[in-house]
């Protein structure tokens, strides 16, 4: 079976073609990047193994850009099917899925209402996501399209974890509450984990960290998503590349009763000016906050010991929530490259369990790894993530099933 995965922004759409094995596993065939759409002159950038090819075409909507997807699939040199017949079911990312969701489901029209639903809760994600599916399914309207949600995961948090401490009944009329993304990660890299760990999923324990451009750590208990960083939008929890994670609620108020600024303006202080890009002045990028850090830059430096210190503190707490932990595990760009995060993040959380190997944290290793020492109590792993391999995984299990009836959403 051939499964196309699809991750669909506002005028981009991310793409890879996987075969599925027989153990679940999958092996990409062909990948690419859908960019301008809608723009006079749009983008594609479609990979075979390591060879590139580059495309300038206009992609006037998501359906145009699917097209463009699909031939480069299909014809010319990049091609690895003989034609869209070969593409047997298409798997969606979609960031919010709300109460509605708490696993990976076949799209029907009861399914789209239900994701339009979402949108007052993810009014930047869920429309472009929307968009795709329609403009996908309006192309492939025969295969199976499926929906992976980022929240679905989160979906078993008990209340004392996702409820805010403001008034019940802006939970129970307007679905007002901690949700959580990065759900497709922090799922993918539990269950290499456990595997790893030769440990059954539902008794693993373990504190996830996603560190990428988004930044999130996940407690779970028994293969479970019991507490996570970020809340009812992705702006809470770690420090991030262009986000604050947690401040004070007040400090909104505050700039905007005392320095005048607007909601907006708010909006995109803590949303796109602040984390290692507002702390060091330099970049949102890890790799550049940390060269100009070793270059002597004061600040870059101290984004970073915010960045590890947030997280460090996180780690204490989640160790807390859980009682007995396997292991911590480092996944995302971040996670899975920054030897010195990693080191700074639990350099102090000896008295807790994990104790880091220096030589086995600094050795440029790849794939999934244990950097704890023999002596250490819990081990800490490094699980690269793949979110695209678990969609594709998730839409060939139900597109080889019979086709399931839809939750009715509980969103309003
Ligand atoms: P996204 O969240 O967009 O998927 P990634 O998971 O690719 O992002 O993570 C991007 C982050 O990972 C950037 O901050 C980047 O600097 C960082 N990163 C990637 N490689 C390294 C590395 N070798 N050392 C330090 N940071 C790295």
Redesign the pocket.
Known sequence: MNVLVVNCGSSSIKYSLRRMGRDESSTVLASGLVEKIGEPVSRIRHMVGRSETVGEVRAADHQAAFGLMIAALAEGPGAVIAGPKEIDAVGHRVVHGAEGFTESLRIDAKVLAAIEACVPLAPLHNPPNLTGIRAAMALMPDVPHVAVFDTAFHQTLPRRAFLYAIPYDLYSSSRIRRYGFHGTSHRYVTEAAAGFLDRPLDRTNLITCHL???CSVTAVANGKSVDTSMGLTPLEGLVM?TRSGDVDPALAFHLVRALGMSVDQVDDLLNRRSGLLGLSGVSN???EV?KSAKGGNDRAALAIDIFCYRLRKYVGAYTAVLGRVDALVFT???GE??AHIREETCRGLEPLGYVLDAAKNAARNRGPRDLAAAESPKRILVIPTDEEALIARDTARIASAAPRRAPTPRTT
């Open positions: 990428g451009n988004g590349g990028d890890m790799r940390t995302g760009g971040i490259n920054a």
